[in-house]
């Protein structure tokens, strides 16, 4: 049997380990975010004093180094102090307090916890973190049912920073009067990248996880290329992925230009992510937006409350830009006689295969 023949050795990959482009693979190294970085470790400062801690509200676009850039601070401070305690939650995994709360347990090291009331778990909490100090970090707070644990955690615990990370600025403005008076954050932005950064973050991983000499400098190039487009690191991770992974289904010893067209078109479907995942309102403003594509938005805003929508033309606008964000869909901003406006398109411009 000749079909074997070609196919690279077995143990002969092209990849020397997918590890490296996995999303939450910490890098040693960071690109571009000293700023950011430092300004984490500013608002920590305090607490290695004795002190209260500030408190940060971080966003900007996904798959820009948000995570990262703080997970690495507090892999520092773990280095540097066993005083200050760091605990981190991924809000669109536990997303109600209660969940909260038993996932800090769990983390904390306490067993048994199946059967308590949420009060209990925070008794619990309580006794442990505030004999000392701890930063929280609540990370995707736009996927959270309910903020109450934010509220407890104000209040009751003493010497403490949280950061709340976001990809939604408006996070902030819907978060109950309550809490924000309480937290009064610092807003940290964290800005796109450049493509030189793009680049050396995509080539420093290329180099972790494949073979040396695999990939064509023109293909990886077009790779960079594309990863601009979006602006979202994951992407460029996820198309490294896909196009060695084309290769070596074609028993090929390089990645070429083909393979990464055809990484860019799997990653379309992984791009536009399911709409399943929107709330009711927002589905509601995607039909519109859907049924009046190319218009402005002042017309679509018309057409939404003639069919019985509900809310402010200032809401409107930012589940608009919300969805945007999302790339679920396009806007433009365009000027005519009658001042600026925005057009508001369906899908589109964010389809990779479109650039
Ligand atoms: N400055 C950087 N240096 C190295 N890798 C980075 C950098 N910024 C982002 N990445 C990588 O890009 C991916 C997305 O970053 P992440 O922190 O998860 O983005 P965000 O939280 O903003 O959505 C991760 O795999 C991360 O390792
Ligand atoms: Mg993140």
């Not at 090291?109 to 505030?130: A, C, M, P, R, V």
């Not at 589940?319 to 806007?331: D, F, N, P, Q, V």
């Amino acid at each position: 049997m000749s079909m074997f023949k070609d196919m690279l050795r077995s143990g002969e990959s092209l990849f020397r380990d997918t590890i490296f482009l996995g999303y939450d693979f910490q890098p040693k190294i960071l690109y571009g975010r000293e700023n950011e970085q430092q300004r984490f470790a500013v608002a920590i400062r305090p607490l290695l004093q004795g002190h209260n801690g500030r408190n940060l509200f971080v966003y900007g676009a996904p798959g820009i180094g948000k995570t990262t850039a703080c997970k690495h601070v507090l892999r520092e401070l773990e280095e540097e102090s066993d005083e200050v305690l760091s605990i981190y939650v991924n809000c669109w995994k536990e997303n109600t307090t209660y969940k909260v709360f038993s996932k800090i347990c769990q983390d904390l090291g306490y067993k048994f916890i199946q059967h308590k009331k949420t009060s209990e778990l925070f008794g619990l909490i309580k006794d442990k973190l505030n004999k000392g100090s701890v930063v929280f970090i609540f990370d995707e707070i736009d996927k959270l049912e309910d903020t109450d644990f934010l509220y407890t955690i104000l209040e009751d615990i003493y010497r403490k920073s949280i950061f709340l990370i976001t990809n939604y600025r408006d996070s902030y403005s819907e978060m109950d009067e309550r809490i924000r008076s309480r937290l009064n954050p610092e807003f940290l932005f964290f800005r796109p990248y450049n493509q030189a950064e793009i680049s050396g973050i995509l080539k420093q991983r290329r180099d972790y996880a494949f073979v040396p000499g695999v990939w064509e400098e023109e293909s990886f190039n077009e790779l960079v290329e594309k990863c601009v487009e979006t602006k979202d690191v994951r992407i460029g991770l996820y198309l490294m992925k896909e196009a060695g992974s084309a290769a070596e289904d074609k028993s090929s010893r390089k990645i070429g230009l083909a393979q990464v067209a055809q990484a860019v078109k799997n990653v379309d479907d992984f791009h536009i992510k399911p709409k399943e995942a929107l709330e009711e309102d927002l589905l509601f403003v995607l039909e519109i937006v859907k049924n009046n594509t190319g218009k402005k938005v002042g017309d679509l805003y018309n057409a939404f409350t003639e069919q019985g929508g509900e809310m402010s033309y200032k809401s409107f606008h930012r589940r608009i830009t919300k969805l945007s964000e999302g790339k679920y869909i396009s806007t433009k901003k365009v000027s005519g006689t009658a001042g600026n406006t925005t057009i508001v398109s369906y899908s589109s411009v964010k389809k990779l295969t479109d650039f």
